[in-house]
Nanobody, 120 residues
Framework: QEQLVESGGGLVQPGGSLKLSCQAS????????MGWYRQAPGKQRELVAR???????NYSDSVKGRFTISRDTAKNTVYLQMNSLEPEDTAVYYC??????????????WGQGTQVTVSS
């Protein structure tokens, strides 16, 4: 069964760094765009960063210049390096795999989420 497993969340002080990892299994990783989303209490889930299977990236304005998304196809893993963390970054972070099947439609897989808390 297709699976995404996140790791690397935790508690960090403002200004600190964390690196999230998401390992995919049972999907053809190289064919999927991978993304990181987050959901804070009382708020909707929002896109943080996305990387296509070709390596193109895009970021939300709130994290641009502080976060970096990358992928390692050999390890079926996508990463999110988060620097200069702010209390507003506190949320559950979810990994997403997305592919558009021509004539069928989109297919999305989600991880279980990992908590990131930025607090002094």
């Amino acid at each position: 069964q297709e699976q995404l497993v996140e790791s690397g969340g935790g508690l960090v002080q403002p200004g600190g760094s964390l690196k999230l990892s998401c390992q995919a299994s049972k999907i053809i990783f190289s064919l999927y765009a991978m993304g990181w989303y987050r959901q804070a209490p009382g708020k909707q889930r929002e896109l943080v960063a996305r990387i296509t299977n070709g390596g193109s990236t895009n970021y939300s304005d709130s994290v641009k210049g502080r976060f970096t998304i990358s992928r390692d196809t050999a390890k079926n893993t996508v990463y999110l390096q988060m620097n200069s963390l702010e209390p507003e970054d506190t949320a559950v972070y979810y990994c997403n795999a997305h592919r558009l099947f021509i004539g069928i439609g989109p297919r999305d897989y989600w991880g279980q989420g990992t908590q990131v808390t930025v607090s002094s």
